[in-house]
Nanobody
């Protein structure tokens, strides 16, 4: 079992920056996919950025957000620049590993989330 703890959320004005951190209780190098998702009330959780056979970003954050991992610290980061009010959400870290023949993951861990609020 791997525990994920997110931090770095908070209140920021539009145009500002935040860096989210996701600290894992064990090595992340053995996992296939490391991602950040976000969710607002009444909406489904959406993928923001992922490291999986390359870097993947939602269209709405391309050019503004950067996902990267520090293997030495077992931490996944999300650097968020030029923040907009529509980026307001709870952000969740997710790591997956143990890809099966059927295409599912044997290991699938989530953090509890960190709130990001962007004001005008």
């Amino acid at each position: 079992q791997v525990q994920l703890v997110e931090s770095g959320g908070g209140l920021v004005q539009a145009g500002g920056s935040l860096r989210l951190s996701c600290a894992a209780s064990g090595s992340v190098t053995r996992f296939n996919v490391m991602s950040w998702y976000r969710q607002t009330p009444g909406k489904q959780r959406e993928l923001v950025a992922a490291i999986a056979n390359g870097l993947n970003y939602a269209e709405s954050v391309k050019g503004r957000f950067t996902i990267y991992v520090d293997n030495a610290r077992d931490t996944v980061y999300l650097q968020m620049n030029s923040l907009k009010p529509e980026d307001t959400a709870v952000y969740y870290c997710n790591i997956r590993g143990g890809l099966t023949v059927g295409g599912t993951y044997k290991y699938d861990y989530w953090g509890r989330g960190t709130q990001v609020t962007v004001s005008l």
